[in-house]
């Protein structure tokens, strides 16, 4: 069933039809501080990631995963390990199982799954276009209803060719895709593919609030949301980084390969 869900990765998201949140930084806004920590991997043992957290997705998924993406996952080293004190998700160009990209997508589906907390991870980025990582969620009850009513949160996607600005979105039963609700954050003074930087979500019964560095950017309450507000189950981490597709379009020629999103630590606090 996941693939079917996997068409929620924007075919259209960051169109005009996008709703983007008026709500800016210097609005009052609701915020909370997790501080009890309830998970973490610190990605400290070297090799595969911990199979008590993560599982993987293989192969191009239906229609590359919805998305037209050109990369076929898979679970080897060369595209996903822990080494390094982090973990490391690598696409490379390489002919490989008919597809001319590899890379990797890791889910904590039916291992590590959470209602309201902080989910955070500090992670760099890369750059070229082309590239399409992104750190999101899922509801896990995806294999009894059908995407979007098992709703989506998006705690950061980002497209290599614009190094300094990172999305955050969810969709649910009637905003989903080129109707999701969604905003952006642009770094003032750096750039995502050139050091870490923590990306996270403070998620409560009424509010889904988004964070870069502690710097609160966006708030979602039920209010904001044009159908059913889902966003009060469970839900399982992901992990990947496409290549190609609807949104960010074929690398060119000045993409350099392989390419990596370095991945220090996820926490989850209540």
Known sequence: MILKYSTIKSLTLFTSIVVIMACSSDEKQTVTTMNNLVFQDEFNDDGAPNSANWSYNIGTGS???????????????????????MLKITARRELYMGS?????RILTKGKV???????????????GRGLW???????????????????????????????????????????????????SYTLPNSRFDTDFHIFGIEWGEDYINYYIDDKLYNQITPEDVPGEWVFDQPF???????VGGN?????????????????DYIRIYQ
């Open 133 to 183: 990582p992104a750190f999101w969620m899922l509801g896990a009850n995806s294999d009894t209803v059908s995407w979007p009513q098992c709703g989506e949160i998006d705690i950061m996607e980002y497209l290599g060719n614009n190094p300094t600005t990172v999305l955050g979105t969810v969709h649910g039963p009637g905003y989903s895709a080129g109707e999701s609700i969604s905003k």
């Open 113 to 127: 799954e959470q209602k309201y907390g902080r989910i955070e991870a500090r992670i760099k980025l890369p750059l």
């Open 236 to 242: 399982y981490i992901i992990l990947n980084m496409a």
């Open 100 to 104: 001319n990209y590899t890379s990797a």
């Open 63 to 85: 229609n590359g995963w919805g998305n037209n993406e050109l990369q076929y996952y898979t679970d080897r080293p060369e595209n996903v390990v822990v080494e390094d004190g």
């Open 247 to 263: 949104l960010p379009g074929s690398p060119n020629t000045e993409t350099a390969f392989p390419q990596t999103m370095l991945v």
